[in-house]
């Protein structure tokens, strides 16, 4: 019977206690690989919770669509662009003089009040998208695109040109009176309805720059504007020049130089039964100018016995001019009209089927029959499913101005 040799006794004996103190090490490197990845994971999501607002402010909440017209899309941060556009330059570009003139005589003044209003602003968030702000920035796309529909062309140059006109019209001579108006109050005054949140102050004299404006002039310009609101040369041009342009070039194609017209006055009343009242005393002898002046509320004319003089039927609204231009004989009464003002009771004075057009009255024609054109490409683009809204569409604000024609 053989023996076994101490050292064939140790070997198997060893092997148990390898096996355990590789397992100890395989479970400590686990360990380790798990609290890394713990604090991977937890260093992640801190970056994350603080990235994911930056995105979405920075990056998604600009690029998201509210509306596309055509080809061309409208997006949160573009509209961004334009309010402040609208709330610091206003959109009208015939008021450029009153803060390029200016800038070409203190450029630092101007950047000034600009980075000032700026840093007034309540908030650097995007503003609310609402159908209010965002029907001009539609009127304006479908307009551009609805440009050779009324045989309308427009280049580059054309508006490049354009925008040089606004900026030193022929004769310009800057801004020299006393209070001259900051970019704010320039914009705002000249719009028909200010801006929500324009802010009114004043400036000192500006002294007039002699000569057109040179190109660094206009790069420096557009330049600060780039700087302090966001809003280039190109953006300009495109959110507000090529609109003006087309617009302007429609008015002159389609407006005539003569229209039929009617010289008429009217008494304005809250009720019915007050207007089927004063047609009463009318039809019984009473004096129409002695009526208009006690109980009209038509203030605008009242004084001058409810007088409107000569105007074509586009600058009345749409029941009054019906009413007005139904009438055929010198003194003749309508019955009680009624429009969103109340109730009419008008009376011809005279008419002319051809009577030449003032250049105020060929503005007002020329902006009812270009807001009717958009209004038709509105519809034309819709059933061709290249008008899409993100928002409820605003209904047509009610006119706050009297049947008086307009301006």
Known sequence: MSQQTPQSRNVPASR???RRQTSRYEQEQQRQRIVIGVVVVGILAAVLILLVPYLKTSLWDPSRQVATVGDETITRGEYAKYQKLASNLGTDP????QIFQPYRENPQQ???ALESQQQQAPSDELPEVTGTGLDPMINAEVLV???????ITVTDEQVGQKLREYLYPAGATGAS?????????AAASPQATETPGTRQATAPAVTPTAGPPSDADVEGFFGLLNDTLGVSEADYRDLVVRPALIRDQYQEKNVPKSSK??????????EKAAADKILQQLRDGAKFEVLAKQQSIDESNRNKGGDLGWAPAETYVTEFSK???ALTKPGQLSSPVKSEFGYHIIQLIERAESRPLTEQQRQQVGQKKVADFVEQQHERLKKAGDLQIGIPPTPTPAPTVTVSPIG
């Open 145 to 151: 695109q609805s440009a050779p529909q009324a045989g």
């Open 261 to 270: 017209q009617v010289h008429v006055r009217h008494i304005l009343v809250n």
């Open 94 to 97: 015939s008021v450029l003089p």
């Open 110 to 112: 101007v950047r000034d």
């Open 16 to 18: 148990p206690v390898a």
């Open 177 to 185: 009176a006393e209070g001259t108006a900051t970019p704010a109050t």
């Open 323 to 325: 009413a007005a231009f």
